[in-house]
């Protein structure tokens, strides 16, 4: 199995911070790696897929980088509806397993 | 719109089995394939299993694999989820979600609303 890890688990930021969350693989996923949000009492919501690509209707704050075993999700100004809880995935292989979560809260 | 409505919440005693529906709408059935995701308290996703929904076709998780059974009705286009030897590690809320396929990979682009399922004596 291919683990994901991120970090930090937590972060606490500003409106108008730039934050970067980091998911690295044990081993290479090429850019088989998505992002999604997770707010609490929902499902997880998609905002990058194929480790850049923004989903449709993403704010373009959100962008994603990497390749291989290392990855960054980044926003570049934080808005108050994005404090909530981001998780990566890899889809190279099964089972495509999810990162433990990074949560995002208000300084 | 393309919509993944699932069943409600379920109590269940240790050793015994659920089954969770997943009703999809809004896109052609069998174009999508269905995975299962369950998120117990505090914790990320964990993948189940997936179907593809005209075939009949499944994959499981090794950690699932002789206790779960995913099967799909395609008159309804519903999925269904059945996880048997219930134990109290296994409360959690579970989820349906569509697979959407680019360049042999994919992500789920639309999921249902997460169905809790408790188990307890």
């Known amino acids: 199995d291919i683990q994901m890890t991120q970090s930090p688990a937590s972060l606490s930021a500003s409106v108008g911070d730039r934050v970067t969350i980091t998911c690295r693989a044990s081993?290479?996923?090429?850019?088989?790696l998505n992002w999604y949000q997770q707010k609490p009492g929902k499902a997880p919501k998609i905002l990058i897929y194929?480790?850049?690509s923004l989903q449709i209707g993403v704010p373009s704050r959100f962008s994603g980088s990497g390749f291989g075993t290392e990855f960054t999700l980044t926003i570049s100004s934080l808005q108050p509806e994005d404090f909530a809880t981001y998780y990566c995935?890899?889809?190279?292989?099964?089972?495509?397993?999810f990162g433990q979560g990074t949560r995002l809260e208000i300084k | 719109q393309v919509q993944l409505v699932q069943s409600g919440a379920e109590v269940k005693r240790p050793g015994a089995s659920v089954k969770i529906s997943c009703q999809s709408s809004?896109?052609?059935?069998?174009?999508?394939?269905v995975h299962w995701v369950r998120q117990a308290p505090g914790q990320g996703p964990q993948w189940m299993g997936l179907i593809i929904p005209d075939e009949g076709r499944t994959t499981y998780a090794e950690d699932f694999r002789g206790r779960v059974t995913v099967t799909s009705d395609t008159s309804t286009s519903t999925t269904f989820m059945e996880l048997s030897s219930l134990r109290s590690e296994d409360t959690a809320v579970y989820y349906c979600a569509r697979e959407r396929a680019y360049g042999g990979r994919y992500f789920y682009d639309h999921w249902g609303q997460g169905t809790l399922v408790t188990v307890s004596s």
């Open positions: 809004g896109y052609t059935f069998g174009y999508h394939y």
């Open positions: 995935q890899q889809t190279n292989s099964n089972p495509p397993h």
């Open positions: 081993q290479t996923i090429s850019s088989y």
């Open positions: 194929a480790a850049s």
